[in-house]
């Protein structure tokens, strides 16, 4: 073989190594499934990072990268961006976004109650009852969330309107912590293990507790379906065999959930979870334990709840015809092996 031919050969067989490198790569970008999480570190968003810690994705055969975000809403807005395939974030979004013509669905349903605390500043005693939130400044984990949106609902329950109370976002954590601390905020609607923190301290006092489902009923009027796996509609319809497996995957963990003491989920979390306070961690998720779903299905009476409630205050849902059948769907964890 003349020299010329065996330089054309071996050109011809590196760009045809270099081209399938190039595809195998472009593939396995492909297969990734990037979810947002609306705090991954919250006890209400719980099945995510334990899904990850038990091998379940992997057990599936699926590439999952969690990313955290601390507020919700900013994680709707990376998923409606195409950044990331899917949220794990509360329910509401689904309608909320649904009223702005975008078409988004709960396909694991996580929750059904928030898991949310109202706490008030043990600086302000005079707060007894959402109707002493006006003129006050509260903490929310953003504009858009669900916190908010659950904060707004409250006050005007309780006769206020809107305007006479201003939300602050504040995120989780030791924003939300140092926010109070500062006098920042009066009052603020927070999870698992920031009420825990604050309450150990004595630095806060729970105003409404949604952590279970007689405090959720007492506040909202029924059953508030709220932490869920949500991606959009044609995402969904166009990777049924993705989607299927994600349900496979977050349904065990629902039911590892339901099966084990909260000492034993909270060994499979990342210690830096704890915050310095496995003990308090351990008791936190064994008081709301009984918010997660034991099998990801939607609570029948549940997204009628959630219309009620924004309905009351929210521009994006009030007078618009939603269609609740298309906010959510039942396929994929009935169908979990």
């Known amino acids: 073989m003349r020299a010329s031919s065996i330089l054309r050969y071996s050109t011809a067989f590196s760009i045809a190594i270099a081209a399938a490198g190039f595809a195998a790569t472009a593939a396995n970008a492909a297969d990734k499934i990037s979810i947002m999480v609306g705090g991954y570190e919250k006890q209400i968003y719980l099945p995510a990072k334990l899904a990850e810690g038990l091998g379940y994705f992997k057990e599936q055969g699926l590439n999952v990268e969690l990313l955290n975000e601390p507020a919700g809403v900013d994680a709707e807005n990376e998923m409606l961006a195409g950044a990331v395939q899917g949220v794990v974030g509360f329910y509401d979004h689904c309608i909320d976004l649904q009223g702005k013509g975008k078409f988004v669905e709960s396909v694991v349903q996580f929750s059904q109650a928030p ?68 006098d920042a905020i009066q009052a603020g609607m927070t999870t698992e293990p920031t009420v825990s923190r604050l309450l150990k301290t004595g630095e806060a006092k729970v105003l409404i507790d949604m952590r279970t489902m007689a405090g959720t009923r007492a506040a909202l009027g029924g059953t508030y379906p709220a932490a869920s796996l949500y991606m959009q509609e044609s995402w969904v319809n166009d990777h049924k065999e993705e989607v299927q497996k994600l349900a496979n995957a977050f349904v065990k963990t629902l039911h590892f959930i339901n099966t084990h003491s909260a000492a034993e989920i909270a060994d499979k979390m990342p210690k830096d979870f704890y915050v310095g306070d496995k003990e308090g961690y351990v008791k936190a998720l064994e008081n709301g334990k ?22 009351e205050f929210s521009k994006n849902v009030q007078g618009k015809a939603i269609d609740l059948s298309k906010t959510y769907t ?8």
């Open 290 to 311: 009984a918010m997660f779903t034991p099998d990801g299905v939607m609570p029948e009476d549940g997204p009628k709840t959630v219309l009620a409630v924004l309905s």
């Open 115 to 182: 898991g949310e605390v109202e706490l008030v500043s043990a600086k302000h005693p005079e707060i007894k009852s959402p109707a002493d939130f006006k003129g006050k400044s509260l903490g929310v984990t953003g504009l858009g969330s669900s916190t908010n949106f659950l904060t707004q609902y409250l006050a005007i329950k309780a006769g206020l309107k809107l305007g006479e109370f201003t939300s602050v976002p504040v995120g989780a954590g030791q924003t939300f912590i140092a926010a109070m601390q500062q």
């Open 330 to 337: 039942t396929e994929f964890v009935k169908n979990a092996k």
